[in-house]
């Protein structure tokens, strides 16, 4: 409401109100996540998976949805080619984390032959 409202008067406030909201959503999700990522580590130590592993996917959901947010607010400003620099910097970013997993998972295969 209070967007619709300033869009009226003052449009150029629409992305501050877009920003403020989606850190505001962001911050009340990221409190949820905690029992989450707790859950998850705690599933893991049982069922003995490396630590390593679990850690690097969190951080690569992480990255994923910090770079959706930073592109869906550059979108929000009409600035789509730097919302495309930036998914493909996310992208390139998770890429390049993924490789020790990846890494992994050719050595069990190739062990499997």
């Known amino acids: ?22 850190i505001i959503i962001f911050a ?7 029992d ?8 893991t130590q049982r069922i003995n998976v ?4 679990v850690g ?3 951080k690569i959901t992480g ?3 910090l770079t959706e947010f930073a592109v869906s607010i550059c979108n929000d400003s009409g600035e789509t ?4 620099k930036i998914d493909l910097g996310g992208k390139i970013i998770i890429l390049s984390m993924s490789v020790p ?11 499997l032959l």
């Open 1 to 22: 409401m209070i967007a619709t409202l300033l869009k009226e008067h003052k449009p150029e406030f629409k992305i501050y109100i877009s920003i403020v909201v989606g």
């Open 28 to 34: 009340i999700a990221a409190d949820q996540l905690k």
């Open 36 to 43: 989450f990522i707790y859950l998850i580590n705690k599933l």
């Open 50 to 53: 490396n630590q390593n592993f």
């Open 56 to 58: 690097i996917l969190l």
């Open 63 to 65: 990255i994923a949805i």
């Open 81 to 84: 080619s730097i919302a495309s």
């Open 101 to 111: 997993i990846i890494t992994s998972l050719l050595e069990v295969l190739l062990d």
